[in-house]
């Protein structure tokens, strides 16, 4: 399992990041498995150990088609286990919650980290679904992030970079509120 609570956590069990070398990028691993740099996010993200769930309500969302687009993207993938902690939600909503856990536009944990200094606590990004997440210190070194409903996730594995975005590991499965709104595009 990952260790969380710090920019730059990653796998307990094989804490070496992984280095691509046509890319010269940086990678952690999760939960043992190699996450390439040059793989599309959902890509990565069907090796990982811990998104089976993600990646299964991605594909029957219809999201993925959208991930494997020219764009960027970064994603706040839950883990199976925040999954399983949210309980059965409505099949009818799953395109619209799965769509609120992706932002168009790259956000490394650097660039959240300067988001949420300038400003002045809070970074506020608008998701695919037309909704925001709101990044914010969690401690010292933790990123957090709050949905609208008030539910906070963690940030426990930072920076998984793949070809087309970034991948961040939370530990709760955020949700949008309210009436369903307009999607934005990247």
Do not use: C
């Not at 599309?40 to 769930?53: D, G, K, R, V, Y």
């Amino acid at each position: 399992m990952a260790i969380g609570g710090a920019v730059g956590a990653v796998s307990t069990a094989d804490p070496r990041p992984v280095i691509d070398a046509d890319a010269a990028v940086m990678n952690p691993m999760i939960d043992g498995q190699a996450m390439l740099p040059g793989r599309q996010i959902l890509e990565n993200l069907a090796a990982s150990p811990l998104h089976a769930t993600f990646v299964a309500q991605m594909k029957a969302a219809g999201i993925d088609s959208a991930l494997t687009s020219g764009g960027q993207f970064t994603v706040f993938a839950p883990t199976d286990a925040a999954f399983a902690a949210q309980g059965p939600q409505p099949e009818s909503t799953l395109p619209r919650r799965m769509s609120y856990l992706v932002v168009p536009g790259k956000y490394d944990s650097a660039t959240l980290l300067r988001l949420i200094n300038e400003g002045g606590g809070d970074a506020r990004l608008r998701t695919v679904e037309g909704g925001v997440l709101v990044a914010r210190m969690n401690g010292p070194t933790n990123i957090a992030i709050l949905d609208e409903k008030g539910n906070i996730a963690n940030i426990a594995i930072y920076d998984v970079r793949d070809r087309n975005g970034i991948v961040h590991v939370v530990d709760r499965v955020v949700e949008p509120s309210g009436p369903a709104r307009q999607v934005a595009t990247n």
